[in-house]
């Protein structure tokens, strides 16, 4: 399936890769372009990829879209590696397509909710790219610490971390885990937590509002 593209109305000339969590579909993050409240001229394409649907194992094998099969989820969250190395591969493929379309790395944002989010955070580190930066949504880093060791930073992420205090998918632990280990390694991180479970609110909306500003130049 295609991604779900929102073209801005001005030409485009920046883009953000939005990668929705488990279970949902390319549309789940649309409304949250309109509730970002952009300038009309931010020149933002949004692209929404949809995850292809296969049996999760923590679902009892019922399919449904997933960028990875999860194995299990204690101690540590057990995954399918080479699923999300497909998905690795989606994103890195989408990235080529925008700068093929003339869009800077240096204005391309990778941004993902759960499930979505670790696989752009896989994405940038392994990556290492210039990219404008990541949004890390309520999520986590699978094997983020040996990816980190393997590829070593390049250029500083700029990367903005968010997560629900009340977060009962993916503890708030296993985000500031994440969050933890990309300063270590010498990326540039910002932690937002925020009085929500696993989910989006309104104050976190205005955060990614203003970080994108920044990030992008509007």
């Keep these: 399936m295609s991604p779900h593209i929102i ?3 001005s030409p485009a000339s920046r883009a953000v890769i ?3 969590g488990l279970g949902a579909d390319c549309y789940d993050f649309v409304p ?11 020149g933002i394409r949004f692209i929404f990829p949809q995850a292809p649907t296969r049996p999760v194992t923590i679902n009892g094998g019922f399919p449904m879209p997933s960028w990875y099969d999860i194995l299990g989820v204690s101690p540590a969250r057990a995954i399918n590696q080479a699923q999300l190395d497909e998905s690795i591969a989606l994103v890195r493929q989408l990235i080529d397509e925008q700068c093929a379309q003339g869009i800077a790395l240096e204005n391309i944002v990778l941004a993902g909710f759960s499930q979505g989010g670790a696989v752009v955070l896989c994405t940038a580190v392994s990556s290492q ?4 930066g990541v949004m890390a949504l309520s999520t986590y880093g699978p094997d983020l610490d040996k990816l980190l ?3 070593p930073v390049l250029q500083p992420l700029s990367v903005f971390h968010a997560h629900g205090r009340f977060d009962e998918v993916l503890p708030l632990s296993m985000g500031r885990q994440a969050h933890d280990l990309m300063q270590a390694a010498g990326h ?3 932690w937002h937590e925020y009085a929500m479970a696993h989910e989006v609110c309104m104050p976190e909306i205005a955060d990614i509002r203003q970080w994108l500003v920044e990030r992008l130049g509007l």
């Design 7 to 9: 073209e801005p109305v």
């Design 18 to 20: 939005w990668l929705h």
């Design 32 to 42: 949250v372009v309109e509730a970002l409240q952009l300038p009309d001229n931010h």
């Design 129 to 132: 790219l210039p990219l404008a």
């Design 149 to 151: 060791q393997d590829y």
């Design 188 to 190: 540039q991180t910002r």
